[in-house]
Structure formats: structure tokens, C-alpha cells
Nanobody
Framework: VQLQAFGGGLVQAGGSLRLSCAASGSGFSINSMGWYRQAPGKERESVASVTSGGITNYLGYVQGRFFISMDNTKKTVYLQMNSLKPEDTAVYFC???????????????WGQGTQVTVSS
């Protein structure tokens, strides 16, 4: 399973950006997809995740500003980021938790990071 992320860039505070991440491969099913971020000098943190059943989870700091969704047929996860703040500046990483068809063991893959920079 491979992940390819799109989006990111430079935006002014208060602006919006949309990230997307597509999973490719065959013979697998998705348990969940999500986004993590890592700012310079800080640990990577989970920003938002969504299960294949549509259950979402958000970092408290982004609750109400960021919205995650997944298109199961396209195996793509989206992160709509609104009211961006300079503190949201980080490299954002896509994550997928998946399993082979007929297996229960969960595997995890990461996409390449995409830079999000919010200027004040």
C-alpha cells in the first residue's frame, strides 16, 4: 500500500487549505486513514483520523476548524483546514491503517510529508 499526498502550501492566517491523500495497491481494506503533523522541534501528533465506517477523531486544538472525510471508493482521505493559525504550521503526514483481505493483522503506512505554512 502506497500513499500519495497532495495539497499544502503557504496561506495567510485565517485562510483555508485542503489536503488529500490517496492510497494505492490491491488486495487490502482500510481500517482508518488520518493526518499527523510535526512542527520543528516538536513531536509528531495526530491531527485527525477517520475510520472506514466514518467515525472521526480530532486533536482538540483543531476541533471545529479542521474537517476530515474519506471516500472509500477512491481510497482517498481529505483534510479541510479552515481558520488556519500560524501554530498550524508543520509538515503534515498522511497515515493509513489497513489489512490484507481475509487477515486481521493491522498494518500501517505513511505518506510523504507535505508542508503547510501559515503566515501571520
Amino acid at each position: 500500500v502506497q500513499l500519495q499526498a497532495f495539497g499544502g502550501g503557504l496561506v495567510q492566517a485565517g485562510g483555508s487549505l485542503r489536503l488529500s491523500c490517496a492510497a494505492s495497491g490491491s488486495g487490502f481494506s482500510i481500517n482508518s486513514m488520518g493526518w499527523y503533523r510535526q512542527a520543528p522541534g516538536k513531536e509528531r501528533e495526530s491531527v485527525a483520523s477517520v475510520t472506514s465506517g466514518g467515525i472521526t477523531n480530532y486533536l482538540g486544538y483543531v476541533q471545529g476548524r479542521f474537517f476530515i472525510s474519506m471516500d472509500n471508493t477512491k481510497k482517498t482521505v481529505y483534510l479541510q483546514m479552515n481558520s488556519l493559525k500560524p501554530e498550524d504550521t508543520a509538515v503534515y503526514f498522511c497515515n493509513i491503517k489497513w489489512r490484507h483481505f481475509g487477515r486481521t493483522y493491522e498494518r500501517e503506512n505513511w505518506g510523504q510529508g507535505t508542508q503547510v505554512t501559515v503566515s501571520s
